[in-house]
């Protein structure tokens, strides 16, 4: 072999309409920044990465779905957060529908994501869902 491929990752600037200045305190604070999601025809899972201050130093589109599914595995999850050095995140997710209520696919995922977060010793703060003017937060339990 004459040659090895070498890891590269490289930021880009996204501009936000609402931007987020300093340390997440409550769920609205995101559901501003993704605001755009409660309009959104297809389901979109995005992990908004932390540093130590869990203030956001990056997000990712983790996968664009259909109308009402949007896979989306663990292992992609903590990827991202593994490689921007960050010591948590926070899964942003919608439901076209306009209903945030989590369906069996989300509860299972949240179940997933908790137990390998703590083996990892990575913080997972919250899984946001957002739908018609209303979201539901798994750190608060409620819309």
């Not at 490289?10 to 987020?20: A, R």
């Not at 389901?43 to 990712?60: D, G, M, T, W, Y």
């Not at 919608?94 to 990575?122: C, F, R, V, W, Y």
Request: hydrophobic share 40%; charged share 30%.
């Amino acid at each position: 072999m004459d040659y090895l491929k070498e890891l590269k990752i490289k930021f880009v600037k996204t501009k936000i309409k609402n931007p987020l200045k300093g340390q997440i305190k409550q769920p609205n604070d995101l559901v501003k920044i993704f605001k755009d999601l409660e309009t959104s025809d297809k389901e979109k899972v995005i992990s908004l990465h932390l540093n130590a201050r869990q203030i956001p130093n990056c997000f990712e589109v983790l996968s664009i779905g259909g109308v009402d599914l949007a896979l989306v595995s663990a292992k992609d999850v903590f990827k991202g957060v593994l490689l921007t050095n960050s010591t948590g995140f926070i899964l942003v997710h919608n439901h076209p529908s306009g209903d945030p209520t989590p369906s069996k696919q989300d509860q299972e995922i949240i179940k997933k994501l908790e137990k390998q977060a703590k083996i990892m010793e990575i913080d997972f703060i919250d899984f946001i869902i957002v739908g018609d003017n209303k979201f539901w937060s798994w750190r608060f339990k409620k819309e």
